[in-house]
């Protein structure tokens, strides 16, 4: 029988990357890129065209392939798909030492 282990709430992390957290923003980031496409019923070429990028980056980025894409380059995406975006810096809770990168839409 195989033994089931409970994941974290990051997929990279589970799988050792080095890079996880930086991974799963841009996870996140394209997956509501890819939600803002859907629901306006643009086509990949016209995204591509809209967003500065070529169609087959799109493409890539969509199915989760984006180690070529920066987030500053994401975060231009999403303020070309008509959202704003806010960087917010605060201090860490005392409970903690370090900080973390987290995204959050609202």
């Known amino acids: ?50 967003l500065g990028i070529t169609q087959p980056k799109l493409s890539g980025l969509l199915r989760g392939q984006f180690r070529g894409v920066s987030e500053t380059k994401m975060l231009e995406c999403l303020t ?3 959202r704003d975006v806010k960087i917010v810096v605060k201090a860490v809770p005392r409970s903690r030492t370090e900080g973390h990168v987290s995204v959050v839409f609202a």
């Open 1 to 50: 029988m195989n033994k089931i282990e409970r994941g974290s709430t990051n997929v990279y992390a589970d799988l050792g990357m080095a890079d996880a957290e930086e991974m799963l923003i841009k996870a996140q980031l394209a997956a509501k890129i890819g939600d803002i496409v859907r629901r306006r019923k643009l086509t990949q070429v016209q995204a591509a065209e809209l």
């Open 80 to 82: 070309r798909l008509g």
